[in-house]
């Protein structure tokens, strides 16, 4: 008497017993999540919940007009100007705001390009 044999197993089948035996999350799975949840928050929405809007796409910020980073823009305001300046001119000057300003500054001072002459202010080196 001969034996019947058996189908093997499909790939697919055995890859998807795989997924579930280590219980590994699949795109279906995630989809279905993002549904209900969209679902919760349209829901919240209706019955007057105050709920953030998702953060969409992140925001690409726009190309400066003359290609120059900040640190090299405040830079050239000292050696084109070849005054000294104060942190609030320099922000003035600049429209940077004051702490990416004193960053620049202080980077500017370890590079030895700018010095100290005297409390708060700061000019080229001579």
């Known amino acids: 008497m001969?034996?019947?044999r058996s189908k093997?197993?499909?790939?697919?089948?055995?890859?998807?017993?795989?997924?579930m035996r280590h219980e590994i999350v699949t795109r279906k799975d995630l989809q279905k999540i993002i549904d209900r949840l969209d679902t919760i928050e349209n829901?919240?929405?209706g019955a007057g919940g105050h709920l953030p809007k998702r953060p969409g796409p992140a925001v690409l910020k726009p190309e400066r007009s003359d290609g120059r980073s900040a640190y090299q823009h405040i830079y050239d305001l000292f050696r084109e100007t070849g005054q000294e300046f104060k942190v609030?001119?320099?922000r003035e000057r600049t429209g940077y705001n004051d702490k990416k300003v004193r960053n620049i500054v202080y980077r500017l001072l370890k590079a030895?390009?700018?010095?100290?002459t005297h409390r708060g202010c700061?000019?080229?080196i001579s």
């Open 2 to 4: 001969s034996r019947k």
């Open 8 to 19: 093997s197993p499909s790939f697919d089948a055995i890859i998807k017993f795989f997924l």
């Open 43 to 45: 829901l919240l929405r």
């Open 88 to 90: 609030t001119d320099i």
């Open 112 to 116: 030895g390009k700018i010095q100290r």
């Open 122 to 124: 700061y000019g080229l």
